[in-house]
């Protein structure tokens, strides 16, 4: 066996980490153009915005409109690319021995980073789409039944995977709890809650009563499995934390509850709106406010205990010279702080009056949300170079890679 082939890393279903890190910085630049640039009369941006924006602007709006489109459409380039890879792969993947020692054991919850995947790929042809595609921000309530249809799909395939993998743990066992000392069994909670910030953003565009209401119903169902999984797997992953201490290669896994917590957050304020909006529900500036705070200093919490984490079980130290696939969910904890860090911003300090817009204080509270943006995307290409190059192929016929360099 020649070098490339020794050091050949098989392929394995977390490799969809790299597709769903694309399509949520694709998102985060979706989200600068929505709360930065005006769009009076509509929730979020459209392309309609975007090019009455650069029309009447100068030359210094308009670079900033070319780097935020720029990598909006980097960026979902490279989530369907990689995740069109992901697809192709994992269909060679079910048909090995590896796939078939995955079922039933403590690492099928992994699977479940298709679904979110899935899930995240639709938030993102929406938020391209109506950046980018003349027209189809108007043909909204066309398309809302068709992306409810979608969630649906993605939700249920969810739902049957996790009830399968729940009912056989429940029935024969064969879950080691012990061997569980990181949280990356709180991955079909991030699934499930990408799946019901999905719905509820119908829920809060939609001008049609029934559609709203539809899309917050599936919101606040996929919503309470994500919050219920969460709670009882962080429960059993804390404890074997606590007893053996976090795994290290999978230490990351210490910051999924960050973007759990900003899908949770934007699907309650989501369905907030459509509720206030088609049913006069209570919604209120103060609110969001005392909502915005909580969650985002949850997530700083979890940030900190996971930093702190890293850095005293040599985590950091060796990801220069280390090869492991799970080092993909580095992106996503970024991707969703820098989120949330916006929702608070604007809808949190902004809203209330607490902050004007393009204020002093205003561009000191920013500039730590786009050095997070900047990082994370440097995390990114990173973790491209340092990880499988994704060309070669192993013994097994299933793609594989070379590391960068080997740890000493």
Known sequence: MNATKQNSVAYAPLMFLGALGNGGLAVSFFVWLTFVAPHKGSIIISQAHIQALWERSGWDVRALLAIALTGLILFTLRHFQRLIWNLIQYRRFKRTEAYANLIGGNAEASLMVIPLTLAMSVNVVLAAGAALVPGLWEMRETLFPFAMGAFALIGAAGLHRYVGYLSRALTSGGIDCEKNNNFAQLMPAFAFAMVAVGFA????????????????????????????????????????????????????????????????????????????????????????????????????????????????????????????????????????????????????????????????????????????????????????????????????????????????
């Open 201 to 408: 953003a119908p829920a809060a565009m939609s001008h049609v009563k029934g559609v709203s209401m539809l899309a917050a119903v599936g919101a606040i169902f996929f919503l309470n499995v994500a919050v219920a999984i969460a709670l009882m797997k962080f429960m059993t992953s804390f404890r074997a934390v606590m007893a053996k201490g976090v795994d290290k290669d999978t230490s990351v896994t210490l910051w999924i509850v960050i973007p759990i917590l900003t899908l949770v957050g934007i699907t309650i304020i989501r369905v907030l709106h459509g509720v206030h909006h088609h049913l006069g529900g209570p919604m209120s500036p103060a609110g969001l406010f005392l909502l915005t705070t909580t969650l985002l200093s949850g997530q700083l919490l979890f940030g900190l205990i996971g930093w702190i984490t890293m850095q005293r079980n040599g985590f950091f130290a060796e990801r220069k010279c280390r090869c492991h696939v799970s080092d993909y969910a580095l992106v996503c904890p970024g991707v969703a702080l820098f989120i949330f860090g916006m929702f608070f911003l604007f809808a949190g300090l902004v809203k209330n009056g607490v902050v004007t817009p393009f204020s002093p204080l205003f561009f000191v509270l920013l500039a730590p949300l786009a050095w997070l943006q900047v990082k994370t995307i440097l995390t990114l290409f990173s973790l491209d170079r340092q990880l499988p190059r994704l060309r070669e192929t192993g013994d097994d016929g299933v793609w594989a890679g070379r590391c960068r360099k080997a740890c000493a």
